[in-house]
């Protein structure tokens, strides 16, 4: 049965901290990064295979292969999920994709996002996509890597 390790919000996807501590924080057998673009970009898809760790697979999904994926009991893998955003988690809650924790990391300000929080921005689709998630029972813990202390999202945004 597949297990779901760790999820992570981060806009650069795999880089520096999700290798060097991200991975040996958590067990995990396969990183599951989720985005609906970057799944039809061959040369970004292999750039990134070329940064994960041996004996780590990864797998790049829209939201509707993720949603098959997560919730078959078809394999064993134990799943480090990446997306850029909240929108594709909160697409998998709303198909009975059930989530505990996210672990928040970076989302750079752009022509859509505005900064609500050190290193962190959101647009006001992925700030209403927060609310949701916290409002469902979903943990959001903002924390860079593992050794940081942990702030809660729901008591930065209201």
């Not at 795999?14 to 501590?21: N, W």
């Not at 609906?36 to 292999?46: A, G, R």
């Not at 999904?61 to 394999?75: K, P, Q, W, Y």
Request: proline letters at 3%.
């Amino acid at each position: 049965m597949s297990e779901i390790s760790l999820i992570r919000i981060d806009d650069r996807l795999i880089h520096g901290q999700v290798m060097t501590r991200w991975i040996k924080h958590v067990e995990t057998t396969t990183i599951l990064i989720i985005d609906d673009d970057l799944v039809n970009d061959d040369f970004m898809v292999s750039v990134l295979e070329m940064s994960v760790p041996k004996g780590i697979s990864l797998k790049v999904v829209d939201v509707s292969s993720a949603i098959t994926t997560l919730s078959t009991d078809a394999d064993n893998e134990k799943y480090l999920i990446l997306t850029k955003g909240p929108n594709p988690l909160l697409k998998l809650v709303q198909n009975n994709i059930p989530l505990k924790n996210i672990i928040l990391g970076g989302m750079g300000v752009s022509n859509i996002r505005k900064n609500f929080y050190r290193n962190l921005a959101a647009s006001e689709e992925e700030m209403a996509s927060f609310k949701t998630l916290i409002q469902s029972g979903i943990c959001i813990k903002i924390q860079a890597i593992p050794s940081d202390k942990a702030v809660n999202l729901s008591s930065i945004i209201k």
